[in-house]
């Protein structure tokens, strides 16, 4: 396949993404990168979305903070950076708005597809790894740092939010590759490598 690429690494809360983000982005020479909050406007916008004492935060609103956290982050980090051929590498995609806002506040999810569609230019990852983890674990994990406001969101809303994640992993089987976060860092890091060789040839 020809690149530059755009590969983004989703799963629940704890369940190492920024890690192996980092790691894949170090070992392929890529941009690393995250949403929200991939840029300065990004992180003003994030700073909103996480912080506990938005309380009163409208579900279309929240979803749309979102979007224009991805519609600034398209604009100076990720098409210039494909544009340059530079592979991309993000922790956390539009599938996190789909998984959150979609499956787990019940906002439709053509809408939420619409909306992103324009915001990031239709340009959609090219490879999506899902990392899993337990419930139980991801609820160790969490116990360990201070929660922020989708961390304080509750087990039933976590559960739709994973049941969305397997879902869409289920839908575009050629896009996704599901990976079991539970092993040891080194183990997962290599499975990575090896989905990133399979699919891309990276």
Known sequence: MAGPFYIVFEGAEGCG????????GEAIDAVITRETGGTAIGQRLRDILHDTSVTELDDRAEALIVAADRAQHFAEVVHPALVSGRHVVSDRSVYSTLAYQGYGRGLPLDELRHVNRWAMGDTWPDLVLLLTVPA????????????DRFERAGDEFHRRVDAGFVAMAADEPDRWVVLDATRPKDDVAAAVRTAVHDRLGL
């Open 17 to 24: 993404k920024s890690t192996h983000a980092r790691r894949l």
């Open 136 to 147: 139980d674990v991801t609820a160790e994990r969490l116990r360990k740092r201070e929660l």
